[in-house]
């Protein structure tokens, strides 16, 4: 009988599903973005394919073979001679060293490129990894708070039945109870966004919960607006690539220049006739470059170098607002959490509960203490999220590491 009731208890537990549940620290989730990000996988399509470019322009051409014969008979007499031949264009000699530097500086760009949208995915995890670590503590925070207050609300039940409260004192207090359960909703809401937004980002399965590590960081540095702008556009891969991709159309252009020389084909063989005529056959054949010099590609390469040339400088505009604003967003909130995160906003809620009970404060007084408690945590744990993406912020737009971090953020 005891087996029996075992063997079901283990068929209910079997039966009733489990929503799994990972920990996962920040370079853990990094590294899964890495494996799972499609832009990243796109991106490392693209190298793949510049790859094939590269090997495809330092092949060389292909030989052409020839053979004819020619069997002519007239009245009692035969004749018959054939010609076997080969040909190669001899063009590639000079045209292809500047289309195989042009595809190599290509390819460096694409891993360059490839190097930089690393750097963000990561900025982006550490974004949604961060803010939902907050938001699962302050969401801690809040249940705590609402098992106080409702043990609270119990105990004002029964001073009720007492009669040492009124019963308008007894509904405020449930009021303030259940505009504490609104906050923790909203704030329970935004870490089930968190949580989905990272998921998706490390490539988790909707069903699992992911529960996050106290990260270590440090996010003090030295450097001036003008240092950070010029450490982006030096050591920045977005730019380096840019430049590689100007140095790549430049000598593409070199190589469409070249292409005005006209095709040269060389030919030689072997012929034999029946008169026992036989001996080697040269052939030179010389495009002659009446119409066709190639403008179209020359001109093709030159507009599309113009347009690399002012992106460059749009680009280096772009990183020097981007440093500007993001230095200032982070000092910014750097000194708002700063002021505030030194105030003990649970010893408000705690002593505000206990004087409260006691008598030694009026309700009024208790629910100024209630609602201080909800805004000052509330308003403390954004102003920490957004330090934190502040300082994300500006490394993504200074593009390097700007303090030594714990976790490992991926080769730059």
Known sequence: MKLCRVLFVLSVILVIPVKAQNNITL?????????????????????????????????????????????????????NEWIATGSIPINFLWERWSNIDSKEKSLEAQKLFYKNLKWNTAYQVREYYYALHNYSKLSQSLDNAILRLTNLAESAQHRLTEGDISEYELQRILVELNKLKVAASKIELRKTIGNNNLKLLIGFDTNTKILTVEP?????????????????????????????????????LSHNKLKKIPEINFTAGYKKQTDGFKGSVLKLDIEIPLFNRN???????????????????FLKEKIKTEVIESLQSYNINKRLYEDINNLKFDNIFTTSSFSYEQGEISLIEFIDGINVFIDGLILTNELEINYYNGFFKLEKAVGVSLTNFEYNLGEK
């Open 27 to 79: 370079d853990e989730a990094i590294n899964m973005a890495y494996q799972k990000n499609i832009d990243l996988q796109k991106q490392f399509a693209i190298i793949k394919n510049a790859e094939i470019d590269l090997d495809g322009s330092a092949r060389l051409p292909n030989p052409l073979f020839s053979y004819s014969r020619e069997d002519i008979r007239s009245n009692l007499r035969n004749y």
């Open 216 to 252: 270590s960081l440090i996010r003090e540095f030295n450097y001036s607006e003008n240092e950070l702008i010029q450490t982006a556009l030096l050591y920045r891969n977005d730019v380096k690539a840019s430049q590689l991709i100007i140095e790549s159309e430049n000598l593409y």
């Open 295 to 313: 403008q179209t590609g020359i001109k093709q390469s030159e507009i599309q170098l113009s347009i690399f040339e002012k992106e460059l400088l």
